[in-house]
């Protein structure tokens, strides 16, 4: 025993912690795996805007010779503006619906396949989309996104449930980053070439062809090189195995069938994790109030039409990307800081991700109308910085139970889409003229206060220590072994060290 302690601990630290390992190259994984789900959910947003755009096709086309690819008719196609929101919105009726489950599944039978099986499924509606819409029309596009909803609802609380597993204490907040920064990737990959496939040989269909074929690539990579466990990784090294096991969780982390009942009662009377609930609620208000409206403030107020420019639509998500790995940067020069504990790294960097953003969102409303650079570098600014709360409350799961982390993220998730989807319908109730700045301002403010509110309660309430109800069955056990039973006494413990 003693021999391989010797040879997984060296000076005091563990071979390979500061080495890039196989967590590292899961974390990749994780990457891509959210760079493909959020490009297969942002595709029909550039798709809708080619096949309605008259500009697109000439007159013959659309009036009867229609250009063909791989067997079908590539038709030009009139719908209404109530046809587009409807369909644009149903991949999230399926969503909301399977993040509880999908949390659940993944922590008890491994987060691999259901990502896996999730995403080939959504691969496989997105090239039958054309096909769908060709027969079905918009009502047959809505029912196969509210499906391609349903297969991507466990990917955040699946990936949180890889977290959990694989991720060392003090490195989860950079790891998160790796797998969750792929969304942004995903979203500037489709947005940018998604106009360059449209105007190809393809046209439209294309975009939903190469992006559901670049699923079945990614399923490739995914199946034969990820794991749900570092224990079940046929690569890992025992010095990374033992690294990780010893350092992911001051509490113990279960294999899926050793855990106990999801402790429910616990979790909701619980503030630490209430107080992450309606961060994660209010982030959302106010990160898709951006993304929502915001073009519509700039096309109206400044004249700028950023859904028309690849470059301007990209440019916030870009510059998330980039200041997610800066936020990493900070965060572990902070960790050299012994006197720093990991909750105020939590705090401080949810509170830069959101109390920022409240401040330049409400600054927003006060731009000169001449002024549209000013709007459009703010408006970058506010959806960059919030890249900060990678490091804050969405890592938080982790540190409150790893053993059921898959299941709060999904029950936080679900609460906080369901305000995404609300937060438009409140600046669509209380913006009635679209050329009125104080309207906006009004939607600016109720979004900031949502900001300042969540993180507040987050910065009071919040906690990173693991929670006594993500191991219920231990806690009698471990108090007995406290109590009676000295596993070591002082000398050994001191010869241990030695």
Not at 22 to 30: K, M, N, W, Y
Request: hydrophobic share 45%.
């Amino acid at each position: 025993m003693t021999s391989i302690l010797n040879m997984v601990r060296r000076n005091q630290k563990y071979a390979n912690e500061k080495l890039i390992g196989v967590r590292h190259i899961q974390c990749i994984l994780s990457f891509f795996c959210l760079s493909l789900a959020y490009a297969l959910r942002v595709n029909l947003s550039v798709g809708l805007v080619a096949m309605t755009d008259k500009d697109d096709f000439n007159e013959t086309e659309i009036l009867g010779n229609k250009p063909r690819f791989l067997g079908i008719d590539i038709n030009y196609y009139d719908f209404t503006e109530t046809q587009k929101s409807l369909m644009l919105s149903s991949f999230f009726w399926g969503y909301i619906f399977t993040q509880v489950p999908g949390g659940y599944i993944a922590q008890r039978y491994g987060a691999k396949m259901i990502l896996l099986v999730g995403l080939i499924i959504c691969s496989i509606l997105t090239i039958l989309t054309p096909f769908v819409i060709a027969l079905g029309g918009w009502q047959g596009l809505c029912a196969v996104r509210a499906l391609e909803g349903l297969t991507q609802g466990a990917v955040h609380p699946a990936t949180h449930t890889l977290l959990a597993k694989w991720s060392p204490a003090k490195d989860r907040g950079m790891l998160a980053t790796i797998c969750y920064s792929g969304a942004q990737f995903g979203t500037i990959l489709m947005l940018g070439t998604s106009g360059i496939i449209a105007e190809s040989f393809m046209r439209w269909p294309g975009i939903f062809y190469i992006s559901g074929i670049c699923g079945f690539l990614w399923a490739v990579f995914w199946f034969f090189f990820a794991a749900s466990t570092p224990d079940k990784n046929r690569y890992i090294s025992p010095e990374e195995l033992k690294y990780i096991e010893d350092s992911r969780s001051a509490g113990k982390v279960h294999a899926g069938t050793e855990l106990a009942p999801t402790p429910w009662f616990d979790i909701f009377i619980s503030m630490p994790f209430l107080s992450l609930l309606v961060v994660h609620c209010t982030h959302m208000w106010g990160y898709w109030t951006l993304l929502t409206q915001i073009p519509s403030y700039l096309k109206n107020i400044f004249g700028v039409d950023m859904k028309s420019s690849a470059l301007l639509s990209s440019l916030p998500y870009a510059v998330m990307l980039v200041l997610s790995f800066f936020f990493v940067w900070i965060s572990k020069l902070l960790q050299k800081k012994d006197s720093l504990s990991l909750s105020f790294n939590r705090k401080l960097f949810n509170s830069i991700g959101h109390w920022i953003p409240m401040i330049s969102l409400i600054a927003l409303g006060y731009v000169p109308s001449n002024h549209s650079n000013v709007a459009v570098a703010l408006l970058t600014i506010t959806v960059g910085i919030s890249a900060a709360t990678y490091l804050g409350f969405q890592v938080n799961h982790i540190d409150l139970s790893p053993n059921y982390a898959g299941t709060l993220m999904g029950i936080t998730n679900a609460a906080a889409n369901i305000a995404s989807g609300i937060a438009p319908l409140a600046s669509g109730a209380i913006v009635q003229d679209p050329k009125n700045i104080n309207e906006w301002r009004l939607v600016f403010f109720l979004a900031a206060f949502f900001y300042f509110i969540g993180n507040l309660m987050f910065v009071v309430f919040g906690k990173t220590d693991v929670q006594w109800w993500d191991s219920p069955n231990d806690l009698s056990i471990s108090i007995y072994i406290e109590q009676e039973v000295p596993l070591t006494t002082k000398k050994e413990q001191e010869r241990n060290n030695a």
